[in-house]
T-cell receptor
């Protein structure tokens, strides 16, 4: 029972490079989201998806793209990395969006942009 | 304005004692949910407890309880009988709205409280 799997766990990029953070869940959850965690700022929502083919922006979407072609996968793309994108990224999923539906988080991906 | 405010950046508690971590929130919605997550030094986010805005009883989960004071918009986490393994960062979070078409289960997080349990 893997839950939410994020890869890679660590990545170092140079400014201007592109990369994709992978997120996969095996719980048949409809709702998936990406957060970033910066020191002193808690977690902030980047993008989210309410089902395959449907995505929307969160609080801090600039510089990131997402797509949701399957229920299981929700990759986060950085097209041209900037030092301001140095952060820890968390993917999360849930079965529903009401009541006590709890977000299950992946282990996180630490990204450093030089 | 901050939607979730955690005013205690750091807290110390002695082993076996109880500790309260403060959380206040700001919303104009009548329906919302409040969550607490624990983040140990290993980095993962662990769900602890949930309180719905219409729940009349305070939520409890083992040694964790949520002191929900709706009129004061506070949702404090109480940890009883603290253990060394409770040392971690604790985040309060809120989901606004109840059943939202396309709502997406979006959470707004506070900045966290670092709890250190001492012998």
């Amino acid at each position: 029972n893997a839950g939410v799997t994020q890869t890679p766990k660590f990545q170092v990029l140079k400014t201007g490079q592109s990369m994709t953070l992978q997120c996969a869940q095996d719980m048949n959850h409809e709702y998936m989201s990406w957060y970033r965690q910066d020191p002193g700022m808690g977690l902030r929502l980047i993008h989210y998806s309410v089902g395959a083919g449907i995505t929307d922006q969160g609080e801090v979407p600039n510089g990131y793209n997402v797509s949701r072609s399957t229920t299981e996968d929700f990759p986060l793309r950085l097209l041209s990395a900037a030092p301001s994108q140095t952060s820890v990224y968390f993917c999360a999923s849930s079965y529903g969006d009401s009541g006590a539906n709890v977000l299950t988080f992946g282990a996180g991906s630490r990204l450093t942009v030089l | 304005a901050q939607k979730i405010t955690q005013t205690q950046p750091g807290m110390f508690v002695q082993e076996k004692e109880a500790v309260t971590l403060d959380c206040t929130y700001d919303t104009s919605d009548q329906s919302y949910g409040l969550f607490w997550y624990k983040q140990p030094s290993s980095g993962e986010m662990i769900f602890l407890i949930y309180q719905g805005s219409y729940d009349e009883q305070n939520a409890t989960e083992g040694r964790y309880s949520l002191n929900f004071q709706k009129a004061r918009k506070s949702a404090n986490l109480v940890i009883s009988a603290s253990q060394l393994g409770d040392s971690a960062m604790y985040f309060c979070a809120m989901r606004e709205g109840w059943v939202l078409t396309g709502g997406g289960n979006k959470l707004t997080f506070g900045t966290g409280t670092q709890l250190k349990v001492e012998l």
